[in-house]
């Protein structure tokens, strides 16, 4: 008679991670800034926001927002005009320029160009000549230093080879490929028909450069056996950089979304699964874990910055350059110059007619107070580094940091005794897998969350 066995229990393989989500993670921003923009201001300080521009001498960086898409993907969360008429962009480039030139009777534009990024909506949804019109009016109008990095996002249906030889051609260092996925399954529930040959083809037209992937986890169909082909298939495309971004579902904002619905999204306990399993990937394809949600190459230079204690936030994410002065231009840009943050208008009809006009579009606006600046450094350390030292906090704001952040190492208690936070003499810093909820040890220091915080994602 044969020996039975009895089953052998399944091994939940994210247990301990589930744990930890399951009694800690909350929603919390993701920290572009602080405050965060739901704090800026229509009735800002106008006049002293003025005056820091005018004031301010430290190097520059730009990012230039082209909203335009030829059509809408069903998980798009962007600020996006659909337009099919590529002649709009015409118009759209005199008026960044022009927008620029507006900012200039603000602000000294010939300090050192450290940083250019254009993002959208799809920058390459510009006809070449129009790119190429806006690259050299960026580069008459700014002194861009000699290793200035120029970025732009790229959605990979949007060019062929020739289009990506002439984006090279124009002086792009690093290529942003917004990918989400490469799944026949998932691409088609999401609305996005973009084929692994086109991701291909782009990325072979790119190689040899710094190219970052962007992915995206949370989407319907997704399996963790997806996701993980999904990566592999990246890394073989040679990515030497991933940002890999939980899929924000907020149909009440974007009606649009609800066209996934039918094809079910996963629940939070499949979601961290995903996240979990193209992190598993990732890390065992040789990426190096970047700030929360970046993987790069060692040799890639966000992983170098992060090693050096250099890796920075701003509004455009993680950056090896994010000590600049940023001038937003565009629709829905936003800016952060000294202690200000402005966020232009969010209609192009508006923001035309202020630039027309000569006039900032400036709807709203913040300029921090110095209690906010130390919050946000520390909230900052924490996003990029894990960890906010309490020595280098004392040199740079001549403070106390346990005096001064009396209450929210309190907050922090619970974490702490379940090993997920360390706070000590040195400093306080992520411990164990407490990564999975380092926003919510960022956002015990944020002292406008409050009510607030039900409006932000969750933090897997
Ligand atoms: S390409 Fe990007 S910005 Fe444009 S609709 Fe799709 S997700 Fe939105």
Known sequence: ?????????????????????????????????YPTAPHFREDAPWEAIHAAWAKADGPLGVYAHVPYCERRCLYCGCHVQIARDRALGETYVDDLLAELDVLGRHTDLHRQLEVVALGGGTPTWLARPDLERLVQGLRARLQPSEDCEWSIEIDPRSIDATEAAFVRALGFGRISLGVQDLDPDV??????????????????????????????????????????????????LGATRFAVFGYAHVPWMRTHQRGMERFGLPDDQARLGLMLAAREALLESGYVAVGLDHYALPTDSLAVAAEQGRLGRNFMGYSDRAEVDLLGIGVSAIGGVGETFTANAR????????????????????????????????????????????????????????????????????????????????????AGE???????????????????????????
């Open 1 to 33: 008679m044969p020996l039975s066995h009895p089953p052998l229990p399944e091994v939940d393989h994210w247990a301990p991670a589930r744990d930890i989500v399951a009694r800690f993670a909350t929603t919390a921003p993701r920290y572009t800034s």
């Open 187 to 236: 691409l088609a529930a999401i609305g996005r028909p973009q084929t692994a040959a086109q991701v291909e083809a782009v990325a072979a037209a790119f190689a040899g450069m710094p190219l970052n992937f962007d992915l995206m986890y949370g989407l319907p169909r997704q399996t963790e056996a997806s996701i993980r082909r999904t990566v592999r298939q990246a890394v073989g």
């Open 347 to 430: 209609e192009v009809r508006t923001w035309r007619e202020a630039v027309h006009a000569g006039r900032v579009s400036w709807e709203r606006g913040l300029l921090r107070e110095p209690e906010d600046a130390r919050r946000g450094w520390v909230i900052m350390r924490l996003m990029c580094d894990l960890a906010a030292d309490k020595a280098a906090y004392r040199d740079r704001f001549d403070r106390d940091f346990d005096a001064d952040f009396d209450a929210a190492r309190a907050t922090l208690r619970p974490l702490v005794e379940a090993g997920l936070c360390i706070d000590d003499e040195q400093s306080v810093r992520v």
């Open 434 to 460: 407490g990564w999975l909820v380092a926003r919510n040890i960022a956002a015990a220091f944020d002292r406008h969350l409050g009510a607030a915080g039900a409006r932000y994602s969750r933090t897997v």
